[in-house]
């Protein structure tokens, strides 16, 4: 039951809202006017409207709409804006300038859309922009500095803006022209390409889109360029700098040529210019700037390097030494090289304008001619040429050492040799002050100014051959070929003595070879006697002198004889005396005795040369014998009645 009394209740609620819903009118459009238009301008405006009456349903959709025809609806241009009723404001937009437009508000609910009364009104017109120039600034020789200030846009967007110039009067955007920005206000334009030294206008000018305005003309000329192309050549003390003239629209009336270091000028109307005063040695750089009515120019880039400098001072000149066909030439470096190295010396001959190059003293000229006397000159040089010549050297004359001497004969003396030659063919040009004579083996040397020199303190007994050369100032010649071969060689020495024997009318020597044959083999010996000359000869030891007279005391000498001659005598031998049997006594009378018989003789003619020492007396038969020293002599022993 109780929850039969709840269930009733909401049924009844229902039956009522439907009671009540089936009382109501039906909707209409809604009901609203349009606003004045406001915030006109080239391209839009607002508007609005006031919806006062929904017409009983809900707005779904409000807003204005227009056109360029009356009463405009909603199905050409029109904005939406926010639903329900009362005041709005809308935006017209993308409207076209200086046009009749026509305007209603409208709104919609479910019914249909209502639209309020019609306004009207015409866009704001476009005109070209209001523009001034700005005065240039930064010119350089091919920039400037411009711009403008856009006073007034002409309710028109600006599309472009900007300077434009040109060489004659009024440009337009036809000339030169910059593009900035688009906006109003100030702006800076840079104006670029332009010629030195020339004279531009330049008017500003913004573009919307009812044209192209332009400002106040203003003018300005372009600084003078500078020269280009700079190149420096050194000279004497100078330099010439070359370059190329700067473009431009004015008379150029002079350049200036600048160097550094030191800042010296020359100056001229055209290319090239020649500065003087500089200093030799010194590296020098080179501006140029132009001048024309306006002033001068920034001075130009700046050149090569370069060196003035000359030809180098002369060289002082020193000594020349001969030599063999040629001289050797000192000298001392100038006291200027000019400014420039000296790369080379060239010593040249008098006579016959030999030379020779160096890069530094001393200097050799070859080829010259022996015997020829000479002075030289210097001469130094450097990128600019040769210097002025040095004072002429001393005078010498070239000479080499002597040609070889021919050789002639040796001849062998004792101990030494005497070595004949002929000159040399040639002297070497300078006079032979001597020759020397030289043995082999043994160098042994003997020293001469002529032929013949002779050879001492040689080795008797050994083969040599000699060579010559010849001495001048310069030295010795080559060696002549060699000599024949030579054994030196003398006398023998003295034999020693030995004994002397006597004989019969001779005697016999002995001795000893001497202790040196001299160098030469020993042909024989000769023994001499004192006195008598007697003389024996023989090959050795011992040798009989004969033909002497016997009982003459003698003493011998003996000489050695080789192909040299004879030696001095050995000393004296021990003295003898050559002796024989004496001859026979003369028999004289035999006196018979006892058992004995007494003889008599007398004495033979000849002892023998030698003192009779005894007699003997001799029987026949029997040969009993008695001796004695002188008749007569008794023989004892016979026998008696025996004849004797």
Same mark, same amino acid.
């Given at each position: ?89 809308? %935006? ?156 431009? @629209? ?15 000028? @020359? ?70 090289? @000019? ?54 050297? %001393? ?117 000893t070879a001497p202790a040196s044959n001299g160098g030469s083999a020993i042909t024989g010996y000769t023994v001499t006697s004192s006195p008598g000359g007697f003389t024996g000869t023989g090959s050795a030891s011992p040798i009989t002198v004969t033909g002497l007279t016997n009982g ?93």
């Amino acid at each position: 039951m109780k929850r039969i009394v709840p269930l009733l209740v909401l049924v009844g609620f229902l039956i009522g809202i439907a009671v009540m819903d089936s009382c109501k009118k039906e909707p209409v459009i809604p009901t609203l006017t349009t606003s004045a238009i406001t915030n006109i301008t080239v391209n839009s405006g607002t508007s609005g409207g006031v919806i006062t009456k929904d017409g009983g349903a809900a707005v779904t959709e409000r807003g204005v709409c227009w056109g360029t025809t009356s009463s405009p609806t909603i199905s050409g241009s029109h904005t939406s804006d926010a639903n329900g009723v009362g005041s709005f404001t809308s %935006n017209l937009t993308g409207l076209t300038p200086n046009t009749l437009y026509h305007v209603r508000a409208y709104a919609t609910n479910k019914v249909g859309t209502a639209y309020g009364n019609e306004v009207t009104f015409t866009t704001t017109p476009i005109v070209v922009p209001t523009v001034t120039t700005t005065i240039v600034s930064s010119i350089t020789l091919t920039t400037a500095v411009s711009g403008g200030n856009i006073t007034s846009d002409g309710n028109g967007a600006i599309t472009a803006r900007g300077v434009c110039w040109a060489t004659t009067s009024t440009p337009t955007t036809t000339n030169s022209l910059t593009t900035d920005s688009t906006g109003t206000g100030s702006f800076i334009s840079n104006l670029t390409g332009l010629l030195p030294a020339t004279t531009y206008y330049v008017r500003a000018y913004a573009t919307n889109s009812a044209g192209t305005a332009y400002g106040n003309e203003v003018s300005f000329t372009t600084t003078l360029g500078a020269p280009t192309n700079i190149s420096a050549t050194a000279g004497n003390a100078q330099a010439t700098v070359t370059f190329t003239a700067p473009g431009g @629209g004015l008379a150029i009336t002079g350049y200036t040529v600048t160097s550094s270091p030191g800042g010296i000028t @020359g100056t001229g109307s055209a290319s090239p210019i020649t500065v003087t005063g500089l200093t030799n040695g010194t590296a020098y750089t080179f501006t140029v700037i132009a001048t024309n009515a306006n002033g001068n120019s920034s001075p130009s880039s700046a050149s090569n390097s370069v060196i003035p400098s000359t030809v180098p001072g002369a060289p002082t000149i020193g000594t020349a030494t001969a030599g063999n066909a040629q001289a050797t030439v000192t000298f001392t470096a100038p006291g200027s090289n @000019g400014g420039s190295v000296i790369t080379g010396y060239t010593v040249t001959s008098i006579p016959g304008g030999l030379t020779a190059t160096g890069t530094a003293s001393p200097i050799t000229v070859t080829g010259l001619t022996n015997a020829i006397a000479y002075t030289f000159t210097v001469v130094a040089t450097n990128a600019n040429g040769n210097s002025l010549a040095s004072s002429a050297s %001393n005078s010498v004359t070239p000479s080499s050492v002597p040609g070889a001497p021919t050789i002639g004969t040796a001849t062998k003396g004792n101990a030494q040799a005497t070595v004949t030659f002929t000159a040399p063919a040639s002297n070497g040009g300078s006079a032979i002050t001597g020759y020397t004579v030289t043995s082999s083996p043994g160098g042994l040397t003997g020293t001469g100014s002529a032929s013949p020199i002779t050879v001492t303190g040689l080795t008797n007994g050994t083969a040599y051959t000699f060579t010559v050369i010849a001495t001048n100032a310069n030295g010795n010649s080559l060696a002549s070929s060699a000599s024949n071969s030579v054994t030196p060689s003398t006398v023998p020495g003295a034999p020693t003595i030995g004994t002397a024997t006597p004989g019969n009318v001779q005697a016999t020597v002995t001795f000893t070879a001497p202790a040196s044959n001299g160098g030469s083999a020993i042909t024989g010996y000769t023994v001499t006697s004192s006195p008598g000359g007697f003389t024996g000869t023989g090959s050795a030891s011992p040798i009989t002198v004969t033909g002497l007279t016997n009982g003459t005391a003698y003493t011998f000498t003996v000489i050695a004889t080789n192909a040299n001659g004879n030696s001095l005598a050995s000393s004296a031998s021990n003295s003898v005396t050559p002796a024989t049997v004496p001859g026979a006594p003369t028999i004289g009378t035999a006196t018979k005795g006892n058992a004995q018989a007494t003889v008599t003789f007398t004495a033979p003619a000849s002892n023998g040369g030698s003192a009779i020492t005894g007699y003997t007396v001799t029987s026949s038969p029997g040969s009993f014998t008695g001796t004695g020293s002188a008749s007569p002599i008794t023989v004892t022993g016979l026998t008696n009645g025996t004849a004797y």
